[in-house]
């Protein structure tokens, strides 16, 4: 294991389309996060799992999004009816322990045109 | 919301000291500092992280004011690869979830290392 994976890396959709994401985490991290990042601005959270369970939202998790992590391995988030304004990087993270650092994977940009 | 402040911007000369200010004054007693940085089109690298004492690593060293208040990030011999976005976090805890937390980023320092 080398690290978070995310897929794919770019994706380009219409305007209301859905668009689903895929996060791998490290294999014995049990703590998975995601956030969204902006041109020119830092990382914000979006959702927080522990395990399968899904813990804490964002409210920027509007209704459209959803995320899962069936089995507390792999994460999805899906957008469904995507916008201009859902344009950004994604970005999933885990953790084993919380007094140690969060593995980011490379994110997976997305392009609303 | 943020709760830290950094200088949009620096420069430094490749080869001399690098040194990072971060403002995070509203910090609470048991939320970490921590740093990441950015190499444009990746996901953020962690760098190092601490409370109340100073740290070092092989990557940098983290020195906290006394009282919290502020910190700097220190990359004693800069290099050209150590051009990137520099983020000053502060670990919060959920408010609804004990023993977790997030990171919460601020807008980040961008760093120019100049041969």
């Known amino acids: 294991d080398t690290g978070v994976s995310q897929d794919p890396r770019h994706k380009i959709t219409k305007r209301g389309q859905n668009v689903t994401f895929r996060c791998d985490p490290i294999s014995e991290h049990n703590r998975l996060y995601w956030y969204r990042q902006t041109l020119g601005q830092g990382p914000e959270f979006l959702t927080y799992?522990?395990?399968?369970?899904?813990?804490?939202k964002s409210r920027l998790l509007s209704d459209r999004f959803s995320a899962e992590r069936p089995k507390g391995s792999f994460s999805t988030l899906e957008i469904q009816r995507t916008e201009q304004g859902d344009s950004a990087m994604y970005l999933c993270?885990?953790?084993?322990?919380?007094?140690?650092?969060?593995?980011f994977g490379s994110g997976t940009r997305l392009t609303v045109v | 919301d943020a709760k830290t402040t950094q200088p949009p911007s620096m420069d430094c000369a490749e080869g001399r000291a690098a040194n990072l200010p971060c403002n995070h004054s509203t910090i609470s007693g048991n939320e970490y500092v921590y740093w990441y940085r950015q190499i444009h089109s990746q996901g953020p690298q962690y760098i190092i992280h601490g409370l109340k004492n100073n740290e070092t690593n092989e990557m940098a060293s983290l020195i906290i004011t006394e009282d919290r208040k502020s910190s700097t990030l220190i990359l004693p011999h800069a290099t050209l690869r150590d051009t990137a976005v520099y983020y000053c976090?502060?670990?919060?805890?959920?408010?609804?979830?004990?023993?977790?937390?997030?990171?919460?980023f601020g807008q980040g320092t961008r760093l120019t290392i100049n041969p």
């Open positions: 799992f522990q395990n399968e369970a899904q813990l804490e």
């Open positions: 976090i502060v670990r919060v805890e959920f408010s609804n979830i004990q023993g977790a937390q997030k990171l919460v």
């Open positions: 993270a885990s953790s084993l322990r919380t007094a140690y650092g969060y593995t």
